[in-house]
């Protein structure tokens, strides 16, 4: 399955942050790593598991402070505590929600955020295992101008 082009993904967290962004190659977000990812499921019209995406501890504390116009400190406290406040989650969250769309548009299959998890929570063991795939896949390190950087990996599980 096509997934998005890395300039849509740059252009979309520039659009929902209101801040330059830049965007490099990255390598994929650890599953092992602690504290652990944020990970989105998208599923597709008949609620089948689409694609997965991965925010490693860094970008979720800084693109949820950035969105909500915190300060920075907040979002390294975050990430020096390894303790990540719900409303940073929540930003994030709503961050990977709006990634739907040009995963979507890539994909041409309609796509929506089904669930979330969050740092703290183990996601099921098939979300997982395609998180974990090495095929189709797109892993970018985003780097939020005043905030931080950290990396992004989308996974599509769609043929």
């Known amino acids: 399955m096509p997934l998005p082009a890395p300039k849509h993904i740059k252009d979309l967290f520039e659009a929902l942050l209101g801040r330059d962004v830049s965007l490099g190659d990255g390598v994929p977000v650890p599953l092992d790593a602690r504290p652990r990812p944020t990970t989105a499921v998208y ?25 909500a116009l915190l300060p920075k400190g907040g979002a390294q406290d975050a990430i020096d505590e390894s303790d990540l406040p719900a409303s940073l989650l929540e930003n994030a969250a709503e961050l ?17 955020l089904h669930q979330t998890f969050g740092p703290d929570q183990l996601p099921p063991s098939d979300v997982s295992a395609w998180s974990a795939r090495l095929g189709s896949r797109l892993d970018v390190e985003l780097d939020i ?10 996974v599509c599980t769609l043929g």
């Open 43 to 67: 599923v597709d019209d008949s609620l089948s598991l689409s694609a997965v995406a991965l925010m490693d501890f860094p970008l979720t504390a800084y693109s949820g402070a950035a969105l």
């Open 96 to 112: 990977l929600n709006v990634l739907a769309a040009p995963i979507g548009e890539a994909s041409g299959v309609h796509q929506r």
């Open 145 to 154: 101008k005043g905030y931080g950087k950290g990396t992004l990996s989308v």
